[in-house]
């Protein structure tokens, strides 16, 4: 069965950077986009960015451009989130998140979530 | 780009319909799919629509989608609630680019 394993929680001071990682397994890794989603503390759901696991290429929600990088490597199965000049905000469960097979028009299967704690 | 509005909160009795809407602001709601998540506290959402109006397995047909294109929204209906649908439900989108987009999320209450 498909399975994405998360990295784990992280504390990071303001100014640093983060990077989590989703490990892939139980289907073929480069068929499918993995995208990344986050949700900080009560709050709703937010589309950072995906990438064709395939090909490499990716696209990036408006609000993360230029702090925001997804990777891939292929040969581990993984599927990487850096986010860079951290703030309080960032303070969030980040997600990793399987296009559904068929057409990819929604996020079939889910990571269990990377708590990213920003603080002083 | 564009947003997806979805009222805060709602709230029905076991055993009634419910419907959550979620309105695109700009550019046509039949023009990309919608998709609805569920997600209970504590855990990572879930599908429970895509495509406007379809289900994925293990989803009770007590779950339907629809969009309008009137009032270029779309609807996530269920119909006999339990109280194990309470939960934050998520509209999702997404624009020609593949640029994807979250609505704002509604807590259901069954009380």
């Known amino acids: 069965q498909v399975q994405l394993v998360q990295s784990g929680a992280e504390v990071k001071k303001p100014g640093a950077s983060v990077k989590v990682s989703c490990k892939a397994s139980g289907y073929t890794f480069t068929r499918y986009a993995m995208h990344w989603v986050r949700q900080a503390p009560g709050q709703r759901l937010e589309w950072m960015g995906w990438?064709?696991?395939?090909?490499?290429?990716?696209k990036y929600s408006q609000k993360f451009q230029g702090r925001v990088t997804i990777t891939r490597d292929t040969s581990a199965s993984t599927a990487y989130m850096e986010l860079s000049s951290l703030r309080s905000e960032d303070t969030a469960v980040y997600y990793c998140?399987?296009?559904?097979?068929?057409?990819?028009?929604?996020?079939?299967?889910w990571g269990q979530g990377t708590l990213v704690i920003v603080s002083s | 780009n564009f947003m997806l509005t979805q009222p805060h909160s709602v709230s029905e009795s076991p055993g009634k319909t419910l419907t959550i809407s979620c309105t695109r602001s700009?550019?046509?709601?039949?023009?990309?799919?919608v998709q609805w998540y569920q997600q209970r506290p504590g855990s990572a959402p879930t599908t429970v629509i895509y495509?406007?109006?379809?289900?994925p397995s293990g989803v009770p047909d007590r779950f339907s989608g629809s969009i309008d294109s009137s009032s270029n929204s779309a609807s996530l209906t269920i119909s006999g609630l339990k109280t194990e649908d309470e939960a934050d439900y998520y509209c999702q989108s997404y624009d020609s680019s593949n640029a994807w987009v979250f609505g704002g999320g509604t807590k259901l209450t069954v009380l």
């Open positions: 998140a399987r296009e559904s097979a068929g057409g990819g028009s929604y996020l079939a299967h």
């Open positions: 700009s550019g046509s709601i039949a023009s990309n799919y």
């Open positions: 990438i064709n696991a395939g090909k490499g290429h990716t």
């Open positions: 495509e406007h109006n379809q289900r």
